[in-house]
């Protein structure tokens, strides 16, 4: 009798539960064998498969910043050029701080012509390095009224170069019946600060009264 005849006889002996038992067993047995060679496979391949995303993502959006790469980096030059060039608008003129700072003082200069302005005294304040550049300020101290101070404070924001108020001081000049007969009734010190495109010396402060 052969193998296969003899475990045919020994089924065949087997009661009805007893088969159905031995089938669910050789169900389970099939079933974990499918899961083992089929879906373990997949499902690694499937992680690695994930686990591979960010990667290739990175290299795709590389590959695209690299298409456009060209044409990027130009658009950027180009805007960081326009506005190098509104800067350079905005730099008093000079090969040096001081000549920058006569440049400032005659800036300046119109704005405290009025009648109602009498200035004592002008000079140039020591240069300060910024960077590449030196700010430069000239320091006024005059006698003027209110119009007249908000007058010359109006004028450094409009102006085309760029200007700012570096030290404002101002107190009553005169009191009383004095304060109504004459119109220097504020004495003003004020520091206007412009930039120059030069680098900043060291020297000091020059008067000019």
């Known amino acids: 009798m052969t193998s296969a005849a003899a475990l045919s006889a020994r089924f065949r002996a087997l009661s009805q539960r007893e088969r159905l038992l031995l089938l669910a067993c050789a169900a389970v047995v099939l079933a974990f064998a499918v899961v083992r060679l089929a879906a373990y496979p997949a499902v690694e391949s499937y992680r690695k498969a994930k686990a591979a995303i960010p990667q290739r993502q990175s290299t795709l959006l590389r590959n695209s910043l690299a298409a456009q790469g ?24 000079g090969d040096n701080p001081a000549a920058a700072g006569s440049a400032l003082q005659g800036i300046l200069k119109p704005w405290v012509q009025r009648a109602d302005t009498r200035v004592t005294s002008v000079r140039a304040l ?6 590449g550049y030196a700010e430069v300020a000239v320091q006024m101290d005059l006698q003027t009224t ?9 004028e450094v924001p409009r102006h085309q ?12 000049g005169y009191f009383g019946a004095a304060a109504s007969a004459r119109k220097e009734n504020l004495v003003v010190s004020i520091a206007i600060a412009g930039i120059a495109n030069t680098a900043a010396d060291q020297k000091g402060e020059r008067a000019e009264e």
């Not at 209110?146 to 109006?154: K, N, Q, S, V, Y």
């Not at 700012?164 to 101002?170: D, G, I, N, Q």
């Open 70 to 93: 060209e044409e990027k980096i130009d658009e950027a030059f180009a805007d960081v050029a326009e506005r190098l060039e509104a800067l350079e608008e905005g730099i008093l003129p």
């Open 126 to 131: 020591t240069p300060a390095q910024k960077g």
């Open 146 to 154: 209110t119009e007249g101070l908000a007058a010359l404070l109006a």
């Open 161 to 172: 170069k760029i200007l700012r108020v570096k030290k404002l001081s101002v107190s009553s």
